[in-house]
């Protein structure tokens, strides 16, 4: 398929354009529709756009294309030459460069949407069936692999077809090659034959059989590779390979490396979350334009007023870089640098040096080897999931093929005569970034197993990387490092962290771990940049932490980003800073708006005039306060909150273009979703945070929602049941207000929804409340709690929230007796006369009062300590 016309905005393809012989009868003929559709579904592109001239159709690419659909399915419009100058107000107004840039498009796209799965979330549910019946066949097969063997086996398998099936679309490889081995039977034996010419061809790692002797040996069933390779191309395949992106590729792999291959007593392969993503929710996934600002205000920072000679050895690492989202955004900025950099600077002399060529179509693109050149110089990476390390591979790979052709590779083939990878094996490493070969220093590793040694991973960064090291270290650390609280860090670990890292403070966690590890990393004055959890700045056990950052080195941007990850409950902060003795003494805190669409915040980023209904800047005098503190408390505790509960924020009912069917401004402005009376059975009561007083919910059931998968960010519904603690986020008084309930209630994003883990029965969930709601608690949160960008009340932060120091107590603690004798109270004044209302509540600020005792001698408090948090906390309702 040729795409006449891109149009571009804020650095991303908006809408493709194919046009078509007059002869085609667009409004009726099917094949050029599906083909357009299927490529710009595949790109992840909103709109595409099919015409001859005669004749104009514009289609919602955001449907998956079908085999069995009909030429109007998805059309948004479609208008014939004679109504042009009827439509044109229309056209003008969505499709012309001013509009465009203006946001019109960006309105219309999301007014349009239908909410179907997109190709990113299509392909992950395809490459995980895949990874399913590959496991299952090859644990059947092949009994004496084990489970390593076999995670490495099925991944190597299906990174190979995805890079080949790629090829071929992308016309590198011939088409339907690998269509060829299931017309007969063998099929695994003729795909082991054409991965081990590919060897020969791309020098790659993903094909190394030298090292890897594993799988041409395996037994794989034709059946199974029948069913994933035969949905691999048209008609069956909804996938235009060419154009399905390494980002979007990326973000697909993210979340499949979220799971790992499990082997039953029997065998049999099962496949399972990983332990540290289930603690963490999920994976989270960095969104492109967050990357792209962190390379462009690192990297980019860096290379201005060079050329090439000078930036050849600039070293860019991510020490986490998962599936190597920063390290692709990196490279493809610096490919995009360099091509500039020689059309714009004597062309001719680097077309001589075959620096550069043109093609075919007289474009001036990067000659492989130059993209190979500038692969193995800049781009350096380390993660502890040795799968994590060969898709980085595998992603880098395919950045570095982009824009090639079966002729671009052959002709340079013969010019440099030499295969067109590299090998990353000296980039991109398998490591635990944080943990040297120290920590064995004081074991008997013979007394250690293999699964422990696997697990811990040390890695010597100066021995790894001599080389750099000897010129004084890397020249910037980009990435998003793990959030991995201390109670998913063994004792051992935890203790090796403690006695070689200044940021470990209290509870561990480990994105402070790497934020110090990056300034041993770099040289003097280079660049780190993350995006991590904002609540540091003011979290008084992150002292350690601010000083190195602003006192010890020198900050150079800080931007509150706020709701970047899907379903998260953490906000976050962009950090970049530089390694320099000297301090800066203004630093500037920017707060992106929160409720700032995609493509705005694409727009805000990029833009360098930064103005106040966009950002807010924080004066220096309110950094001072975020770093700084008066007379503070130490809370002794056996270990945080979220190491006995599980804590989420409530559903989000609406947000422009998400839900199912996707909502609209209007749908939004009429809340058409909410009621004031239950409907249908889809229907269910729905708590606010205005309706959570202090032991009590106040509902007069006159809320309702339709609660499903129309709703924006629905959440799972099994948090809306069963025992839980509901705590409102908005701190409207001096305490905070939450109760606890059995009863089925939807909650909304401002209530934090907190559920006993399956070691705490309802005694002990009931302490943890008392402790959650008590004087002492409310302290902690108003010292630790970070809102840079509330206007009204301020918001507790989840993040904080679970960080909440537990001390030791068990059931025969007094708040139990006191927490069921103030639900009673509550109860009681439900139905009681005005009279005995006022005596109820006496007893109620009593027992209050009991608890708050009962919380100071829990955590060992003395008089001083209290009477501090007595005066920090009083009521004044």
């Excluded at 069917?661 to 606010?688: A, H």
């Amino acid at each position: 398929m040729r795409i006449e016309l891109r149009l571009r905005a804020s650095q991303r393809h908006q809408i493709i354009q194919e046009a078509k012989a007059a002869s085609i009868k667009i409004i009726s003929e099917f094949p050029p529709s599906f083909q357009l559709r299927r490529y710009a579904w595949s790109g992840k592109l909103p709109i595409s756009l099919l015409t001859d001239f005669e004749e104009f159709s514009v289609y919602d690419s955001t449907v998956e294309p079908k085999q069995s659909d009909k030429v109007e399915t998805a059309r948004i419009k479609y208008i014939h030459y004679k109504d042009y100058l009827k439509e044109i107000d229309y056209l003008w107004d969505t499709f012309s460069k001013d509009a465009v840039w203006k946001g019109s498009f960006d309105k219309f796209a999301k007014s349009t949407k239908r909410g179907t799965e997109l190709v990113d979330k299509k392909f992950l549910n395809e490459i995980e069936t895949w990874r399913n019946l590959l496991a299952k066949d090859i644990a059947s097969n092949n009994e004496d692999v084990d489970i390593y063997q076999l995670n490495e086996a099925v991944q190597k398998i299906i990174d190979r077809i995805i890079f080949l099936r790629i090829a071929e679309d992308r016309g590198i490889e011939f088409y339907e090659t690998l269509k060829k081995t299931i017309e007969s039977k063998d099929t695994y034996s003729k795909l082991v034959q054409i991965f081990k010419r590919a060897q020969e061809k791309y020098n790659s790692n993903l094909f190394d059989f030298e090292e890897d002797k594993l799988t041409p040996r395996l037994k794989i069933s034709d059946k199974v590779l029948d069913r994933i390779i035969g949905t691999l191309y048209y008609p069956k395949s909804p996938y235009e390979f060419s154009v399905i992106g390494v980002e979007i590729l990326g973000s697909v792999y993210e979340q499949f490396l979220g799971k790992v291959i499990r082997l039953t007593k029997q065998h049999n392969a099962i496949i399972e979350e990983k332990p540290e993503v289930k603690k963490a929710g999920g994976v989270y996934y960095t969104p492109q334009y967050i990357v792209d600002y962190i390379v462009r205000n690192t990297v980019g920072e860096l290379v201005k007023g060079k050329t090439p000679k000078k930036i050849n050895k600039l070293r860019i690492v991510d020490p986490a870089c998962g599936s190597g989202s920063f390290l692709i955004g990196a490279y493809n900025f610096l490919l995009d640098w360099h091509l500039k950099y020689y059309i714009e600077n004597d062309t001719e002399k680097h077309l001589k040096s075959k620096a550069l060529f043109k093609d075919s179509e007289g474009n001036y693109l990067l000659s492989t080897a130059e993209k190979k050149r500038i692969l193995l110089n800049n781009i350096f990476g380390v993660d502890i999931d040795a799968q994590a390390v060969e898709v980085t591979k595998l992603s880098l790979a395919l950045k570095m093929l982009e824009n090639e052709s079966s002729e671009t590779i052959n002709t340079q083939m013969k010019l440099f005569a030499e295969r067109i990878l590299p090998d990353l094996g000296s980039n991109i490493k398998c490591g635990n970034s944080l943990i040297g070969s120290d920590y064995y220093n004081d074991k008997n590793l013979s007394l250690l197993d293999d699964e422990e040694i696997r697990k811990v991973n040390v890695f010597d960064w100066e021995k790894e990387f001599s080389e750099i090291f000897k010129q004084g270290g890397f020249d910037v650390v980009i990435g998003n490092p793990p959030y991995i609280p201390s109670y998913s860090i063994s004792e051992d670990l935890k203790s090796y962290i403690y006695n070689n890292y200044q940021t470990a403070e209290y509870q561990i966690n480990t994105y402070p771990l790497f934020v110090e590890k990056s300034l041993r990393l770099i040289k003097k004055n280079a660049y780190y940049s993350y995006i991590v959890p904002n609540y540091w700045l003011s979290n008084k056990h992150d002292k350690q932490l601010r000083r190195i950052v602003f006192l010890e080195n020198k900050v150079l941007s800080i931007l509150n980003t706020f709701e970047v990850f899907e379903n998260a409950t953490v906000d976050t902060l962009i950090l970049i800073g530089c390694k320099s003795t000297t301090a800066n003494p203004k630093v500037h805190f920017i707060t992106l708006d929160p409720d700032l669409d995609i493509n705005s915040r694409l727009k805000t980023l990029n833009s360098k005039n930064w103005h106040n209904s966009i950002f807010q800047l924080i004066t220096p005098e309110v950094v001072t306060k975020g770093i700084s503190f008066s007379k503070s408390i130490e809370l002794k505790g056996e270990d945080s909150l979220s190491n006995f509960v599980e804590l989420k924020k409530g559903m989000q009912p609406y947000e422009l273009g998400k839900g199912n069917p996707s909502q609209t401004k209007q749908m939004i402005r009429d809340k058409i979703y909410n009621s004031d009376n239950k409907i249908d059975d889809t229907y269910l009561p729905l708590i606010k945070a205005g309706n959570i007083k202090r032991y009590e919910i106040v509902y007069n059931s006159d809320q309702w929602i339709k609660y499903g998968q129309n709703l924006a960010a629905p959440r799972n519904p099994r948090i809306f049941s069963g025992l839980r603690l509901l705590v409102s986020r908005i701190i409207s008084k001096e305490k905070l207000l939450g109760t606890i309930t059995k009863e089925d209630f939807i909650s909304n994003t401002d209530v934090i929804v907190i559920r006993p883990k399956e070691n705490i029965n309802e005694d002990l969930f009931k302490i943890l409340s008392a402790i959650i709601l008590s004087r002492t608690a409310t302290y902690y949160l108003k010292a630790n709690n970070i809102s840079l960008n509330r206007k009204a009340f301020p918001k507790i932060n989840v993040g904080s929230l679970s960080e909440l120091p537990i001390p030791t107590f068990n059931s025969k603690s007094s708040c139990l007796l006191l927490v069921d004798k103030i639900l009673s109270l509550k109860n009681n004044l439900k139905s009681t006369t005005r009279l005995s209302a006022d005596l109820i509540n006496d007893q109620i600020n009593k027992v209050e009062s009991e608890i708050d005792q009962e919380v100071y001698k829990l955590y060992g408090l003395n008089k001083e300590e209290i009477q501090i948090i007595e005066n920090k906390t009083t009521d004044n309702v």
